[in-house]
């Protein structure tokens, strides 16, 4: 008689108890913490300082780093909890999160050499924010068709090349950077904000998710030694994809706390709101298209956390992809039509910035966009699923 195949091990439960608890934790910091702040950080794309503090001894900004390096010790489920529910108060500082913690922290847990993640883990755990730095004008949805390049100099290499739209830049201490080798193709760099060369350059003025301090950075002659080079010679787009992959899921917390954020609001002002001597929460044209979004919120948030799901059981790297597409483009759907489902609940409140929802509003637009815009996400759906070439 055959063995028995070994089942897989379950995945870890979003809903499980210690997740509820820590998921409560971050709602209760995100209200009374980042709340007041936000439209204030909204108008003036910043972070403010001592909530930069605070993010950091909450343990908001370290939840995957080991205990070992300062870090939380937490889960990418818990991660993917963090970033939904700081989304669900404020999108703009739940991209500061998500960057920080998916693409650069997450990157050097998995890519770093053993003397890498000592260096840089310490830091990211404790107060140094992270940026990631792989956008330039021409290199968007075509994310490798760099003109950054490192060329070999004394002990290293010299960065040349201007990076845009890097969000956390203007917050940032350490630049995850990506450049072309000479002979050797993308290759990944950590590179201190603080180094010589580096600076920043015209303030992106964003349409939404301001706060996440978004800006151009310039490489005029920046040296970098080995030491800082993370993978092989020419390996960065493996670093690099490793990263985008995960941030998808990150980008699809984001929306589906910003469809919440949403949805409370207007379901709260439903309920306030008395038109005609009524509620306008008795009327079934406000009912329906608050139990519409309702609904293609619960799908959405079920299919976020069953892709954690195939992260966590290592599943097939293809299906990751997929799903994680998947993900991300239902979120980003289901985020705009609560956001213009919000505006339409409040009327004339919504089109004002005395409510949130003019800001969800903005925000919900950078889900469709970055880190894979919809038609590349389904593009990439499509070719798994059935097979299409680029050339179709």
């Known amino acids: 008689m055959s063995a028995t195949p070994e089942r897989p091990a379950p995945a870890e439960r979003h809903d499980s108890p210690e997740n509820q608890e820590w998921r409560a934790r971050v709602r209760q910091f995100a209200?009374?913490?980042?709340?007041?702040?936000?439209?204030?950080?909204?108008?003036?794309?910043?972070?403010?300082?001592?909530?930069?503090?605070?993010?950091?001894?909450?343990?908001?900004?370290?939840?995957?780093?080991?205990?070992?390096?300062?870090?939380?010790?937490?889960?990418?489920?818990?991660?993917?909890?963090?970033?939904?529910?700081?989304?669900?108060?404020?999108?703009?500082?739940?991209?500061?999160?998500?960057?920080?913690?998916?693409?650069?922290?997450?990157?050097?847990?998995?890519?770093?050499?053993?003397?890498?993640?000592?260096?840089?883990l310490p830091l990211l755990a404790t107060g140094k924010i992270g940026a990631f730095a792989l956008s330039e004008e021409q290199a968007g949805s075509d994310a490798f068709a760099l003109t950054t390049v490192a060329r070999e100099g004394d002990g290293g290499y010299v960065l040349h090349g201007r990076k845009r739209w890097t969000s956390n830049a203007r917050n940032a201490d350490l630049l995850l950077t990506f450049a072309l080798l000479d002979d050797g193709?993308?290759?990944?760099?950590?590179?201190?904000?603080?180094?010589?060369?580096?600076?920043?350059?015209?303030?992106?003025?964003?349409?939404?998710?301001?706060?996440?301090?978004?800006?151009?950075?310039?490489?005029?002659?920046?040296?970098?030694?080995?030491?800082?080079?993370?993978?092989?010679?020419?390996?960065?787009?493996?670093?690099?994809?490793?990263?985008?992959?995960?941030?998808?899921?990150?980008?699809?917390?984001?929306?589906?706390?910003?469809?919440?954020?949403?949805?409370?609001?207007?379901?709260?002002?439903?309920?306030?709101?008395?038109?005609?001597?009524?509620?306008?929460?008795?009327?079934?044209?406000?009912?329906?298209?608050?139990?519409?979004?309702?609904?293609?919120?619960?799908?959405?948030?079920?299919?976020?956390?069953?892709?954690?799901?195939?992260?966590?059981?290592?599943?097939?790297?293809?299906?990751?992809?997929?799903?994680?597409a998947m993900a991300k483009y239902t979120a980003s759907q289901v985020a705009e039509r609560a956001a213009s489902v919000a505006v339409e609940t409040l009327g004339g409140n919504g089109f004002t910035d005395a409510y949130p929802v003019e800001r969800f509003y903005r925000d919900a637009k950078a889900g469709k966009i970055y880190e894979g815009t919809s038609n590349v996400l389904l593009r990439n759906i499509a070719s798994i699923m059935i097979g299409v070439s680029p050339g179709d």
Request: net charge neutral; aromatic share 6%.
């Open 31 to 120: 209200e009374e913490k980042i709340g007041p702040l936000s439209a204030k950080m909204d108008k003036t794309a910043s972070l403010d300082a001592t909530l930069r503090e605070e993010l950091f001894a909450a343990g908001l900004m370290s939840v995957e780093i080991p205990r070992g390096y300062g870090g939380t010790g937490g889960t990418l489920c818990q991660l993917v909890l963090t970033i939904e529910e700081v989304s669900r108060v404020d999108p703009g500082i739940a991209v500061g999160v998500h960057v920080h913690n998916v693409l650069v922290a997450g990157t050097l847990l998995r890519h770093a050499t053993g003397d890498q993640r000592r260096k840089y």
């Open 185 to 324: 193709g993308p290759t990944a760099f950590v590179v201190p904000a603080d180094a010589p060369g580096v600076s920043m350059e015209n303030r992106v003025e964003q349409m939404g998710v301001r706060a996440a301090a978004t800006s151009d950075v310039v490489f005029d002659g920046t040296p970098v030694r080995t030491a800082q080079r993370i993978g092989p010679p020419g390996g960065g787009q493996t670093v690099a994809m490793g990263g985008l992959d995960l941030g998808r899921l990150g980008i699809a917390a984001q929306m589906i706390g910003l469809a919440q954020g949403a949805l409370d609001v207007a379901v709260g002002y439903s309920r306030s709101r008395a038109q005609f001597g009524n509620r306008i929460a008795d009327y079934q044209g406000v009912q329906f298209p608050l139990a519409d979004v309702a609904s293609q919120l619960a799908a959405a948030r079920a299919l976020l956390y069953e892709t954690v799901g195939l992260f966590q059981r290592d599943a097939d790297p293809v299906e990751r992809i997929r799903y994680t």
